[in-house]
């Protein structure tokens, strides 16, 4: 529709969609921040407050079908269009905001009053005074300096009949973001455009110089060069806090506006009784009548201006929980010598803003590490992967931007486990071990997810850089840097290439593969270079740095050799690859072994090799789509054009999701039945509205059954919905997901309910793999679940089977010492059974110096455990005495019988000696008769 203007500001019409970038388009346009990375964020903020007021519901107020598609680096933005835009200023009327940057801001009295009853009163959005051309004088010099740089087609082609300044200095009442437009269209109806935020800058991420809460500069990044070392980014202008935060916060203010209040009451009760004791005269007449209806008329009187005065104190207090989301602005002028009275409230707004950031710093991060230390996945299981990561935080009115501080703060907890480890081991008498420890999976989940979103940017700049380059051959660039993100600190030598091709092959990339990975008519001349293919080094060098600049965080667990094997190489591929919608071979790749970039340029217009993922090993990439209305907490969610699609925009039906917050507070309050009626009326509407099962909130509607069901122990019931749980669980996030796995769990609960152990043992195993594949070996629950398993065989008498996984129990470190003591007895118990109770009485011994040293000698569970141990001492000593005895009753035995054997040898030896006698007499007998058998006879003498 501009063609006279930029490339990537080129705006498209389809099917009356309107189609751009998320890009900064210069400065022509009324905006407050500028930068890409700002108006990327912005688009995405955008779109969210367009779902927030769509689902308000309000009459008269209007807002666009929003979508937005992330693609090969690109965001672009999916408008429908208000009525009569195309057709000329005659058929639509800017009521609110500016469209040109150097117009004046319009304020229609009636579109005020519409956002007043929706964005004040519903999402306490405040009102306040702006200057109707709020920008300072710099950004307007600057914005006529570009204007003046334009070709005259483009000027002529706007109508910038709003622009001129008469000089008078005007104020108007905005509620709401100063960028956004209220729009009359042709048909009469009032469309909200440009609504980037509902909620305040975060203060956090302001220079202190600037207002800010300089929290981040009293943390020492001078260590690290990779840390920006101010807040000067453009991204972060952007930067706005969460509904639930603004929402925890006036529920903590609430709270002690209660608390004052009712201390305030009762002061006042306690003064006025005193009063009326100090006036009462015991010689008045308690008959006085008159006297009574004047105190009757007085108290009257007295309760009617305290309840004005009360309702007044809660006006006022329900104004201090509207913000004002226009504080912290940038290139915007003072208001202070125009409206003195709007400058101060801008004051306090900035100050409060203060506080809100503060209460997120100082409470909410560290009391999310806290409970995940102390808790330990009992109240809610610690997430496993970056998606249950996202929605645990963002629940908790956390940004993705805190992961960082969230990090900082697990490396500080971990120190203290440390500490007190060392301490312990110097002096075991006085100093003791607390039952509980930081978590090791909570850092490594920390550190790879923001390793994920960084490594996401970084590849989108390099899809950007290159080009219509990396547009024609992106699978080169994506293998490239997946490859170099799994990979180990060292690169494969050329001799180990040649070693490893010799044994397993190489992939070799024929005409065939690459014309499969290339696209065509892409757009540009066909004579662009292509862009060298980057080592590891390089690729690693702009993550690490990337996640500085976004995070504020230096990595301790990736991209070097001292990490302890802590690195979560397998889902750190699943993550990035999630969040950049690419789909790879399902085959075994060399995870954590050495890289190979092909390295330099590409030849001939081929594909270089990389290993361990090759540029074939590329299947495609999705793009990635958000919808305004869409449920995800997530947001983005790929969207497939296979034959076995499922919908990726998940919208929001408000009687549905009723109905489902309906049934999950009767649960809350032990309402079973009613919750299981309400959940199930939830799951029949969606599907006579959707017209399939396949959907988030059918999902979960289900899973709220199957616990309606298990709890009133209608254990078939109970089986049924949560098989059913775990099919849409697994079609919808994969088998590998968050939802398969709690699904896994609940359903092995359901099975050893109804007796099914063997059924039940089939899925906990599941659930076990999940844990240890998505969050690591060192996940939190892997411990106490294999212990479950363990006791599962001890109910099977299968006491070999039990021990087994007792001892994988054992292996794997628990963050709650009292499951390591629970286990080293059950373990100590089937040794017993076993019969062997020397090892029995080892593990007991660990159990009892677990007890001993957190719970104390007088708790009761050491005193049984010390009891336990003597017994299974005593056995063994028993046990050894008799073996001791066997032993030397068979020594006795084996002696006899070498004694016996001994004579029976000699007599033996004595009958052969004999024999050998004899039959040597009987030789030499035999002899003698031969030899006298040949002697010569002497001749006869004949007569004569």
């Known amino acids: 529709m501009n063609p006279n203007e930029p490339a990537r500001s080129h705006v498209y019409l389809h099917n009356n969609i309107f189609f751009s970038r998320a890009v900064d388009a210069g400065l022509d346009t009324f905006k407050i921040i500028q930068g890409d990375g700002a108006a990327r964020k912005s688009a995405n903020r955008e779109a ?81 005074a702006t200057l109707a051309r709020p920008l300072s004088e710099e950004r307007m010099e600057d914005i006529k300096q570009f204007k003046s740089s334009l070709p005259p087609s483009i000027i002529n082609a706007r109508d910038e009949s709003n622009v001129q300044d008469d000089g008078e200095v005007k104020v108007n009442n905005i509620c709401g973001p100063v960028e956004m437009k209220g729009i009359i269209g042709a048909d009469k109806r009032k469309y909200v455009l440009d609504c980037a935020r509902l909620t305040p800058r975060d203060a956090n991420w302001v220079s202190k110089s600037n207002g800010g809460t300089g929290n981040w500069e009293e943390v020492d990044s001078s260590s690290s060069d990779l840390i920006p070392s101010n807040l000067d980014d453009d991204e972060w202008t952007a930067a706005v806090l969460r509904p639930e935060l603004v929402t925890s916060y006036a529920d903590e203010k609430l709270k002690g506006f209660l608390l004052a209040r009712q201390a305030k009451e009762a002061d006042k009760l306690a003064k006025a009784n005193e009063a009326k004791k100090e006036e009462t005269d015991p010689s008045t007449d308690a ?55 709007a400058y101060d409230k801008l004051q306090k707004d900035e100050e409060e803003a203060r506080k809100l950031a503060s209460y997120l710093w100082n409470t909410v991060l560290p009391d999310v590490t806290n409970k995940l230390r102390m808790d330990n996945g009992k109240s809610q299981q610690i997430p496993v992967d970056g998606k249950s990561l996202t ?46 420890r930081m978590p090791l999976c909570w850092l490594e989940l920390l550190e790879c997810e923001m ?144 890289y190979v970039s092909g390295g330099g340029n590409t030849v001939a217009g081929g594909l270089n090799y990389t290993y361990p993922i090759s540029s074939v090993d590329i299947l495609d990439v999705l793009p990635l789509i958000k919808h305004a209305a869409s449920t995800g907490e997530e947001g983005f969610s790929p969207c497939r054009f296979d034959a076995n699609n499922t919908s990726s925009l998940h919208i929001v039906l408000a009687d549905g999701k009723a109905l489902n917050d309906a049934a999950i507070r009767c649960l809350n309050s032990g309402n079973i039945s009613i919750a299981a009626d309400y959940a199930q009326e939830a799951v029949s509407f969606y599907q006579r509205v959707i ?87 060192h996940y939190s629950q892997l411990a106490a679940t294999y212990y479950k398993i363990g006791t599962q065989y001890i109910e099977g008498e299968k006491l070999q089977d039990a021990l087994s996984f007792y001892s994988a129990s054992q292996n794997k470190r628990s963050d709650d010492r009292m499951i390591d003591g629970i286990c080293a007895s059950s373990a100590a118990m089937a040794f017993a059974h076993l019969g062997k109770f020397s090892e029995a009485s080892e593990e007991e011994k660990t159990a009892y110096q677990l007890y001993l040293t957190m719970l104390g000698e007088d708790h009761e569970r050491t005193k049984i455990s010390s009891s336990s141990l003597l017994q299974f001492m005593r056995y063994s000593l028993e046990q050894r005495k008799l073996a001791t005895a066997q032993k030397t009753k068979l020594t006795k035995e084996m002696e006899a019988d070498a004694i016996a054997a001994s004579i029976k040898a000699e007599e033996d030896m004595e009958e052969a000696k004999k024999k050998q006698k004899k039959k040597k007499k009987k030789a030499t007998g035999n002899k003698s008769n031969e030899n006298a058998s040949e002697t010569p006879q002497p001749t006869p003498i004949a007569a004569s």
């Open 48 to 128: 969210r407050n367009v779902g927030v007021i769509h689902r308000l519901d309000v009459r008269g107020l209007y807002t666009l079908g929003t979508v937005l598609i992330d693609h090969l680096g690109t965001r672009f933005v999916c408008q429908s269009i208000v009525p009569g835009i195309l057709n000329g200023d005659k058929a639509h009327t800017l009521a609110y905001g500016a469209v040109e940057a150097l117009s004046e801001l319009q304020c229609d009295e009636e579109m005020h009053k519409l956002l007043e009853n929706s964005l004040g009163e519903e999402c306490m959005v405040a009102t306040r």
């Open 691 to 777: 017209d399939s099962p396949l959907h988030v909130q059918i999902v979960k509607c289900i899973h709220l059954l199957s616990k309606c069901h298990f709890f009133v122990q209608d254990h078939d019931a109970a089986i049924l919905s949560s098989l059913k749980y775990l099919a849409l669980s697994v079609s919808l996030g994969g088998f590998d997901s968050m939802e398969a796995l709690t699904a896994h769990s609940q359903l092995s609960d359901a099975y050893f309910a109804a007796g099914k152990v063997k059924e039940g043992i089939k899925h906990l195993r599941a659930a076990q793999f999940l844990m240890e594949y998505l969050g690591g070996g």
């Open 287 to 341: 008959s006085d009548k008159e006297q009574e209806g004047l105190d009757a008329k007085k108290l009257a009187e007295e309760k009617a201006e305290a309840d004005k005065e009360l309702r007044k104190e809660e006006e006022e207090f329900v104004q201090t929980l509207r913000y004002n989301v226009n504080v912290f602005l940038p290139h915007v002028k003072s208001i202070e010598n125009v409206d003195k009275d």
């Open 391 to 436: 929605e645990f935080l963002h629940k908790r009115g956390i940004n993705c931007r805190y992961l960082g501080r969230l990090a900082d703060l697990a490396k500080i907890e971990e120190q203290k486990d440390i500490d007190a480890e060392k301490a312990y081991e110097e002096n075991k008498k006085e100093n003791k071990l607390p039952r509980f």
């Open 451 to 594: 390793v994920a979103r960084a490594a996401k940017h970084v590849l989108d700049s390099y899809l950007l850089e290159n080009g219509s380059t990396a547009a024609v051959q992106p699978a080169q660039t994506i293998a490239s840097l997946l490859s170099a993100v799994v990979s180990s600190v060292e690169e494969e030598t050329a001799a180990e290439t040649e070693l490893r091709i010799a044994i397993n092959g190489v992939d070799v990339i024929d005409a065939d593969a690459m014309n499969a990975l290339t696209l065509f008519d892409v757009g540009g001349n066909g004579d662009a270079v292509n862009k060298p293919v980057r080592g590891r080094a390089d690729i690693w060098a702009d993550i690490v740095k990337e996640v500085g600049r976004r995070f504020r965080y230096t990595l301790s667990l990736y991209n070097n050799n001292n990490t302890g094997n802590r690195s979560l190489h397998t889902p750190l591929l699943r993550r990035i690859c999630q969040r950049s919608g690419i789909r790879i071979v399902a085959k075994k790749y060399d995870i954590g072994g050495k």
